[in-house]
């Protein structure tokens, strides 16, 4: 027999063989694997199972399981503005400025409110109408109608309109509870910044309970918030994610991003009603002017506690002059400052520790009403004296 020496025979030969001799070793290695995993998972499965890592998860199961809270997350905030964003409205103040050489020229400004009620009252910022000859509001479907204002209240910067427009079309806001406001919360706006209709914005609440200053007056107990408030959001709602009123967006910090501000629920709670009833809220009032007490000007006036209120001034014939409050006996002049010292210093008020004006104030807003009876603990030459006051309306 010839010897084959085609080169070809000779690679088909040799493939055969390299092919034999793998599958040889991948069944021997398939035999020692199996050997030397079965006795282990036989030793393991009588022991305990505490040390034994916990199988880790597939990435994909938590991806999938990560997308279906966005989704959710995503449509709660879909569907909540698609229930309440015809519940705001929009709403234009003329006011007319006189001119030297044309006369009264009318000028416009615009905001944002809410429907509270089917027999048309509308809730927006004092500041939105301040001085308005005329106010016009549009609601979600397009109908602009006239405005009269209801009632207006400057201290907390809130105001009441009224429509008139078929109950049937209005869809009032449901109110929140303010004692239920936690910070970190969500927190969604709605309203019409620079004149953009039923614009939504998204946050979460950063603050509760502060003080905000605005034209003199103070605000109490304000939410702060970096949900986008812009020109044009005053007077639009604050939400939670269930939809419901917890503020009226009223101002931002002009020098800062993501900080504004609500006058909360439990205000519009309580003045709202007033205003319908009444047109105005009657603010309660003591009728004095005082220093909140520091440190610093307790050591300045050798005071003999360091924190209170300080009587300066009293309002001829108001309550407190009237109920046997001291003012200031005398004036004395500390570094650059004119003082009046002598006068009472209020510690507390109806048995609530008082640590400063603003406190004195705010318990008084928020708690007690014209025709109220207050009991002030007072520090008079060194001694406890309590001096009942009936509060008046402030003037």
Known sequence: ????????????????????VFAMLACNAGAAAQQATLPAAAATAPASTDNVPAPVPSATPLAEADLAVLDVEEQLIINLYERVGPSVVHIT???????????PLPSEGTGS???????????TNFHVVEGAESIEVKLSDDTTVPAAVVGLDPPNDLAVLRIDVPPGI????????????????????????????????????????????????????VIQTDAAINPGNSGGPLLDTRG?????NTAVRQDAQGIGFAVPVSTVQRVVPVLIEQGRYPHPWLGLLGYSIDAGLARTLSLPVDRGVLVAQLYEGGPAMRAGVRGAQRQVIAGNRRLLIGGDIITAVDGRAVRDWNELSQFLEENRRVGDTVMLAVLRDGVNREIRVVLAEQP
């Open 170 to 221: 209005l869809r009032p806001l449901e109110l929140g509870e303010a004692s239920e406001l936690r910070v970190g919360q969500r927190a969604i706006a709605i309203g019409n910044p620079f004149g953009l209709d039923r614009t939504l914005t998204v946050g979460v609440i950063s603050a509760l309970g502060r003080p905000l200053e605005i034209a003199g007056d103070t605000l109490f107990s």
């Open 1 to 20: 027999m010839a010897k084959n020496d085609d080169p070809s025979t000779q690679g088909t030969l040799l493939l055969l063989l390299f092919s034999l």
């Open 93 to 103: 103040a003329r006011v007319y400025q006189l001119s030297f050489f044309y006369g």
């Open 244 to 248: 419901r009123l917890i503020g009226v």
């Open 113 to 123: 409110g809410f429907v509270l009620d089917r027999e048309g009252h509308i809730v």
